[in-house]
């Protein structure tokens, strides 16, 4: 290596150097001051669900899982939630969820009823991935049979295209 290289080199380090370091700042210990009485102590808590954690949690508290249109895949903005519901299920080991698989209007019954389905294994392999228990989850499917909602729009279609997650036994 060419003498200029080595200088060049050796500028680059020497300013990534300066620019990466930090002054540390030093203080004084506080000052203690007297306390008349013990603070009292947070109670802990071990990360374990409880059966109250699904009216409590915010996010056990979302059940439902929407779909786009004529796909059974899962959004990546429900992964989160679903494992949430996952930990649940690896946390309390007799609870059990049925996954109820809808369908909006649009397409036959039979097709309705096949993507309910598959929207509903959809779910369950993804609970299944985050380390819930195949044996503790059942899956069902509506099809369209239960809209919650009526219209014939995309704003409707869009809420009847859902897993909703039903827990069986907390």
Known sequence: MNNTARILLTAVLCTAAVACSKKVK????????????PAAEAPVTSGVYGPNDLDTDACLRQ???YFDFDQD????EFQ??????????????????TLEGHA??????????????????????????NGGSGS???VTSYGEERPVCTDSNEDCWAKNRRVEIVYTAK
Do not use: F, W
């Open 73 to 76: 895949s899962l959004r990546p």
């Open 136 to 138: 503790q989850i059942t």
């Open 80 to 97: 989160a939630i679903v494992g949430c519901h996952a930990k649940y299920l690896r946390d309390r080991p007799s609870s059990r969820m």
């Open 26 to 37: 030093e203080t004084p210990p506080p000052a203690e001051t007297p306390t008349t009485a």
């Open 104 to 129: 909006d209007e649009r397409g036959s019954r039979e097709y309705n009823l096949g993507l309910g389905e598959r929207r509903g294994n959809a779910v369950s392999s993804a609970v299944q991935a």
């Open 63 to 65: 059940r439902v899982v």
